[in-house]
């Protein structure tokens, strides 16, 4: 799939700065109208919570999905949702290490791009 600028938008994060980011697409023809709607609805959340991901990252470095949650107030899930969208626009990436996840599995570290 590729991402021209037609699916960029603009938004600002806490430190005033603008950030491209694609629009994802977050459901597929096929699904249920609910899939549809609840798509819509993560459209007004995802840029503040790709802010949150990133100023965590910049403020305390590498850390896995599960340190991310906890330091930001997010579920694991919702982090876990951002960070390949923020991976595919180069603003993350693994370090190639893993760390332990609170349930004591291991899990992939990111860091800023």
């Known amino acids: 799939?590729?991402?021209?600028?037609?699916?960029?938008?603009?938004?600002?994060?806490q430190r005033s700065y603008p950030v491209k980011f694609?629009?994802?697409?977050?459901?597929?023809?096929?699904?249920?109208?609910?899939?549809?709607?609840?798509?819509?609805?993560?459209?007004e959340v995802a840029p503040q919570h790709m802010d949150l991901i990133y100023n965590c990252l910049?403020?305390?470095?590498?850390?896995?999905?599960?340190?991310?949650?906890?330091l930001t107030g997010l579920s694991p899930n919702q982090v876990a949702r951002r960070l390949p969208e923020l991976q595919k626009i180069g603003m993350v990436a693994t370090t190639g290490q893993t760390v332990y996840s609170d349930a004591g599995r291991s899990e992939r570290e990111w860091i800023l791009a």
Do not use: V
């Open 58 to 70: 910049l403020e305390h470095g590498p850390l896995g999905k599960d340190g991310i949650a906890r």
């Open 1 to 13: 799939m590729s991402y021209g600028q037609d699916n960029m938008e603009l938004f600002t994060d």
């Open 22 to 43: 694609f629009k994802f697409f977050r459901s597929r023809k096929t699904d249920p109208i609910t899939s549809f709607k609840a798509a819509e609805e993560i459209k």
